[in-house]
């Protein structure tokens, strides 16, 4: 838990709990949700708060008490500017305290699953697979706000696939206002509908089918039966026709103007974009890194409660739960250990986490400094505090129209998750304002 005081200055708080104040040796009242801050030498009270909790306050020029049965009794007298309590009329015993890293915050959680909805984190709760107290009072999420949009449902639902790769729904999306940083407008997603286990791909290349029917098929021993889609000339081509004629794969096209026919796919695309609006509102990094967070959001679907199956589709696909350790907050600033470089150097560099990797065990960070993307193992996470402290602490992030360079870090370190690494001075850089609505153009 972070708090952040008048002047600006973040603090960290490492338990939270109930203090009691016992008043003229008789009277005691209880004070919640405190919490313990080393690093702060003063405790403080709120008086608005002590307000909200039902106390009657009387203040004075130089005093301030509390009611109680009519009777007023000496809490604290002014002195510089501040009400200082007595403390020799006061008696103060801590109970209740508990820390709080004991389990994650719903707050950085909901960062972490790309913005999926309580009721889908809820559901990863109560199956066991998150330990989360504060999900009932998760505040309202300003990047979802901004990122997602309402429509009215789909009426209606098919009948979900006996087996596995018995249907595969798909469909192109694009182009985008804003090209990845590949030069990429456009994508495709494939999803399974017995699992709703689904794939992204960038471009919209008959090629990526190819690629996605023989991982799959070599994978789960089954054969795509079906594939169903909309009416777009990528899937009315001679040569995806013959060519799943060729394998005995059955077409299925919606009719024309009839896009909830292939509903699976309409919302699998409407909530990737839903995801990368809300990730993207939030972080400084620039608009042509929407592949990566659309590669994030479709991993995190496939490891989150679907509306549509009673598991997780990782579990019906893997026949094993998912491992939720290693999600990070999508940008958030890590640490990054450096491979090369003379032996004075810093040991490590301030980057941003920017995905998963699907070939190798690490995580795709992107250095602003160098203006690469690579893969590495070990890092320092930097989540408490991001996403709400990032825009006013960072440097923004400018971007780069040459493509980044790629390489691989080859340690075999797991990851280091803390927040306890100070963090670094402020460049002198000039910052210019970010393009925050970037994504108001994501329609086709």
């Not at 209880?30 to 709120?46: G, H, Q, R």
């Not at 500017?81 to 994650?104: F, M, P, R, T, W």
């Not at 990526?208 to 079906?226: A, D, H, M, P, W």
């Not at 989150?304 to 019906?316: C, G, H, L, N, R």
């Amino acid at each position: 838990m972070v708090l952040r005081l008048g002047d600006g200055k973040a603090v960290a708080a490492e338990a939270v709990g109930s203090l009691s104040l016992v008043i003229s040796n008789r009277i005691r009242i209880e004070l919640k949700d405190c919490f313990y801050v080393p690093s702060m030498i003063k405790n403080i009270i709120s008086i608005p708060l002590l307000g909200s909790d039902g106390f009657k306050i009387l203040i004075n020029k130089s005093c301030f008490y509390l009611m109680i049965d009519d009777e007023h009794h000496l809490l604290g007298t002014l002195m510089n500017g501040l009400y200082i309590l007595q403390q020799s009329n006061l008696i103060i015993i801590a109970q209740h305290k508990y820390k709080v890293d004991d389990h994650e915050n719903a707050q950085i959680w909901h960062a972490r699953l790309g913005h999926i909805s309580k009721d889908r984190i809820r559901k990863l709760v109560d199956s066991k697979n998150l330990e989360i107290d504060d999900l009932d009072h998760l505040p309202t999420c300003e990047s979802c706000l901004k990122g997602k949009m309402t429509k009215k449902p789909f009426v209606g639902q098919n009948a979900i696939a006996y087996g596995l790769l018995d249907l595969v729904h798909t469909g192109v999306y694009g182009p985008l206002s804003t090209p990845a940083r590949g030069g990429f407008s456009y994508f495709i997603t494939f999803t399974d509908d017995h699992s709703r286990y689904g794939y992204v791909y960038k471009s919209e290349a008959f090629g990526r089918f190819k690629e996605y029917r023989l991982e799959v098929e070599n994978q789960t021993g089954r054969k795509i039966k079906v594939l169903r889609s909309d009416r777009g000339g990528e899937y009315l081509s001679g040569e995806l026709i013959d060519y799943l004629k060729e394998n005995g794969i059955l077409s299925q096209w919606t009719p024309p103007g009839m896009p909830p026919l292939n509903g699976a796919t309409e919302r699998r695309n409407r909530t990737l974009l839903d995801m990368v609006r809300s990730t993207m509102s939030f972080t400084e990094l620039p608009p042509s890194f929407w592949d990566y967070v659309l590669e994030t959001a479709a991993k995190l679907l496939n490891i989150a409660p679907s509306k549509t199956v009673p598991q997780m589709p990782y579990e019906i696909r893997h026949s094993k739960p998912a491992s939720y350790k290693y999600l990070r907050v999508w940008s958030s600033p890590a640490y990054v250990k450096r491979l090369v470089g003379d032996k004075l150097d810093s040991r490590s560099s301030l980057c941003r986490f920017i995905g998963y990797t699907k070939e190798t065990a690490g995580y795709y960070f992107y250095n602003p400094a160098e203006q690469k993307i690579f893969v590495s193992r070990n890092a320092v996470f930097l989540e408490k505090g991001f996403p709400s402290d990032s825009r006013r602490d960072e440097v923004l992030i400018e971007e780069s129209s040459e493509e980044p360079q790629h390489d691989s870090t080859t340690s075999f370190e797991p990851p280091i998750h803390t927040d306890g690494i100070p963090v670094l001075r402020r460049p002198t850089r000039e910052s210019r304002v970010p393009k925050r609505y970037g994504f108001v153009g994501l329609t086709s």
